[in-house]
């Protein structure tokens, strides 16, 4: 398993669970000198993301792109894909395209979290899952033109009522080529009655880990036990990333440096 460390480039977002903010170079030093493998990027949209040219930078750092979020399209544009409006669906989904497309050339796949958008009242629960599906059909097709997967995040019961477990994430992406479920630790406490279940049940059709602790602090600083969610892992041979989407208290330094000692201590101690 390898680790990455997030940073945001949302202004709208400040105060959100990101460890870095606004000084992507900057955020690649610190990961770097910490010992990360890799930066999860929150880009405001797809041409910012180009104008910051992170390729060569990054590979001096010796460091990669563990994935890019999409959130932007719903806290600064109020785009989802789940949306009444038929044509916001479809600039919902150009925003997450363009984004797919600009992380590929940085070899990363693309997040879908917040951009699944909820039922509503003009939108009932089984609709709003089916514009989900046609968006997440449509944009999977897209990432595999670029040999990527697409991440698609559960998220807990506050925050979506489209799929909060991993099994509903199963349910969600069921015949839906080249998704994988991103697996967040945060929203798992809340929604899993077994979070080491939960991870086997879903197997290989896990694509990404967000490392956090139960109050969405860096693991170790709130009371989330992960041993059986890392044995988990690793016995479906989880090779990929464990990123800290983690707030960045009590300062992004601190919250970082304790990822990297929480990630090394959970892997080395699975490990043995």
């Given amino acids: 398993m390898k680790s990455a460390v997030t940073v945001s480039l949302v202004e709208e977002a400040r105060g959100g669970p990101f460890v870095f903010w606004s000084d992507a170079l900057a955020a690649i030093d610190q990961a770097k000198v910490l010992g990360f493998d890799a930066i999860e990027i929150f880009p405001p949209d797809a041409e910012t993301l180009r104008r910051l040219h992170l390729a060569e930078y990054l590979s001096d750092a010796g460091l990669t792109v563990a994935a890019v979020g999409t959130g932007a399209g719903w806290i600064k544009h109020r785009l989802q894909l789940a949306d009444e409006d038929p044509v916001i669906r479809e600039r919902a989904i150009d925003f997450v395209r363009s984004i797919i497309s600009s992380a590929a050339e ?45 991440f698609y995040e559960p998220l807990n019961r506050y925050e979506t009522d489209q799929a909060n477990t991993l099994a509903q994430g199963l349910e969600t992406i069921q015949g839906i080529e080249n998704v994988r479920l991103l697996a967040d630790f945060f929203h798992m406490n809340i929604e899993e009655s077994d979070i080491g279940n939960a991870i086997r049940t879903a197997g290989p ?51 970082a440096a304790q990822t990297i000692l929480a990630f090394r201590a959970a892997t080395s101690s699975v490990a043995m």
């Fill in 106 to 150: 940085l070899g990363a796949p693309a997040i879908i979290g917040s951009m699944q958008g909820r039922s509503t009242k003009e939108v009932n629960s089984e609709t709003a899952k089916s514009f989900l599906r046609d968006g997440l059909s449509v944009l999977s097709a897209h990432a595999n033109q670029f040999g990527l997967p697409l």
């Fill in 205 to 255: 059709l896990i694509g990404h880990v967000h490392f956090a602790d139960s109050n969405r602090m860096a693991v170790g600083l709130g009371h989330l036990d992960i041993a059986p969610a890392m044995s988990a892992l690793r016995e479906i041979r989880y090779s990929g990333y464990l990123s800290a989407e983690v707030f960045p208290k009590p300062d992004p330094k601190a919250a």
